[in-house]
């Protein structure tokens, strides 16, 4: 089982996208209009839905609106729209960068739309003196925007990024890019199609992808992939009724040491929700006792410790008698770097019989190429440096046949010819931790699913950056510990589409 169009998206350069929408809407200008709308309710919902991060949409917020001259503004004129029907008392100032004569048709009766409906409430004077707005959404350059800004754009977005602005917004590109004076946004919402600019623009925040349906029945072959919510959806529908504990794997863990205790349990925790029937954790032996009273659910196994406190040599013989009842195998967290760990791990690495994720100590040059086990990288940036040699994230996964998870603002999953990238999670899991309780929710996965690692890999990146994104809508980014994430999985879950 692979990874299906269904579930993933293609990444398109601006003019790809400016070619897939011609063919699809030719001059339609219906059916244009149609996704328009569409795009308009789909940005205001996000926007809504990620502003529970900062706290609630004030009843009487203020917006501001910054419009150009096609559809961008269009959408952003229709969000606003939606957003002023669900909050009577909202208002919206509207600014036109170019003039209301410069709209193009549909952005003008995006405009006439807007005001209709809530003539009282906009001002199309654009920014008042020395307001506060709760909103700002930024509509004014799209994909077919080419540098450099021009005196007027410019010195618009000066002044709007100088308001104070509770949450900016731009639809499918912050205007400008990277310039200058560029919108400088907290999250930029790409209506339809990720366009492959936004990845590397510093200016685009956070990014999400609206899906509008422009892929649903479409083979758009493209190296580089959006993952949707339809990848976690397998994971809601109801199990088989026959099944038992042993039909949904059985996760070997090994780490844990004297100096890091902490990140074994946490990978183990996050295990023991992955859906995995089983989860054996090996841990030097004085953490037993704790451990076990805290996740009793798990079996574990105590492993004589070396005098610094780590996995010793002599206890590999626990994990002779056992490997043959493990469906995969996590190795990794909380290890710590003495030799002679390090030894034992790459001999465990070397001669496993099944799939494994390696992640943290374990993420040293000469384990990650040890054995032919099919295998998960799970590097952070710093890690990767150290594993990669200088290499590019295609050219090291290529070099080792593994399929790698490289963690960032934008995670990035490559295993094969193709990348996918994970938009959700966001500064709430740059926190430690956060990436122990991926590696576990990625072995318990790859347990049921050992014959595909893409698989198994990209489902936890995707299930753990959801469960990320609930957290900060439920509790902020600030005051919550890492593995309050937990509780989060399961609506993560059952949110996803079927």
């Not at 001259?69 to 729209?81: F, I, M, P, Q, S």
């Not at 930029?188 to 990720?194: D, L, N």
């Not at 002779?320 to 195998?329: D, G, P, W």
Request: aromatic residues 6%.
């Amino acid at each position: 089982m692979s990874i299906s169009l269904s579930a993933s998206h293609p990444i398109l350069s601006c003019a790809e996208a400016g070619a897939f929408e011609l063919k699809r809407f030719g001059a339609n200008e219906a059916f244009e209009w149609t996704a328009m709308q569409q795009a308009g309710r789909a940005l205001a919902g996000a926007v809504l839905q990620d502003f529970q991060e900062i706290g609630r949409f004030p009843s009487e917020a203020r917006v501001l609106v910054l419009v150009g001259k096609g559809h961008n503004g269009g959408d952003a004129l229709l969000a606003t729209r939606a957003i002023l029907e669900k909050f009577p008392a909202a208002t919206a100032d509207v600014e036109f960068v170019f003039g209301e004569r410069a709209l193009r048709p549909l952005a003008r009766r995006a405009w006439r739309d807007l005001v209709h409906f809530g003539r009282e409430r906009v001002n199309r004077g654009g920014a008042a003196a020395l307001p506060r707005y709760d909103l700002s959404l930024d509509g004014v350059f799209g994909f077919q925007f080419r540098p450099p800004l021009d005196a007027r754009s410019s010195e618009v977005l000066r002044r709007a990024n100088a308001l104070p602005v509770r949450l900016r917004a731009a639809v499918d590109l912050p205007s400008g890019l990277d310039a200058p004076d560029a919108f400088r946004a907290d999250f930029t919402y790409a209506t339809g199609i990720v366009k492959s600019p936004v990845l590397d623009c510093a200016n685009a925040g956070r990014l999400r992808y609206l899906d509008l349906g422009f892929f649903e029945e479409k083979n758009v072959p493209a190296l580089d992939r959006v993952l949707t919510p339809a990848l976690l959806g397998p994971l809601a529908a109801l199990r088989a009724s026959r099944s038992d504990k042993r039909t949904h794997g059985h996760v070997f863990i090994v780490g844990g040491s004297r100096n890091y205790p902490g990140a074994v349990l946490m990978s183990v925790l996050s295990a023991l929700r992955s859906g995995a029937g089983l989860v054996t954790a090996f841990v030097p032996e004085f953490l037993v006792p704790a451990f076990a009273a805290r996740a009793p659910e798990a079996m574990w196994v105590g492993w004589p410790e070396t005098p610094g406190g780590g996995l010793a040599l002599e206890g590999q013989h626990l994990w002779n008698e056992r490997i043959a009842r493990a469906s995969a195998l996590v190795i990794g967290p909380g290890l710590g770097c003495e030799a002679e760990t390090r030894a034992l791990v790459k001999a465990m690495v070397t001669t496993s019989p099944v799939p494994l994720v390696i992640d943290a100590d374990a993420l040293q040059p000469e384990i990650v190429r040890a054995g032919g086990a099919p295998r998960v990288l799970t590097p952070h940036a710093g890690e990767f440096a150290r594993i990669a040699a200088g290499a590019t994230l295609q050219e090291f996964a290529a070099s080792t046949g593994a399929t790698v998870v490289l963690k960032g603002p934008i995670t990035r999953i490559r295993a094969g010819q193709e990348t996918y990238h994970s938009l959700a999670g966001g500064p709430v899991l740059a926190r430690g931790g956060s990436g122990d309780l991926l590696a576990g929710l990625v072995g318990g996965l790859l347990a049921q699913t050992p014959s595909d690692p893409l698989l198994a890999a990209s489902r936890g990146v995707e299930w753990h950056g959801r469960a990320a994104d609930a957290l900060a809508r439920a509790h902020g980014q600030t005051a919550v510990m890492t593995t309050q994430l937990l509780d989060f999985l399961p609506d993560a879950l059952r949110e996803s589409p079927a």
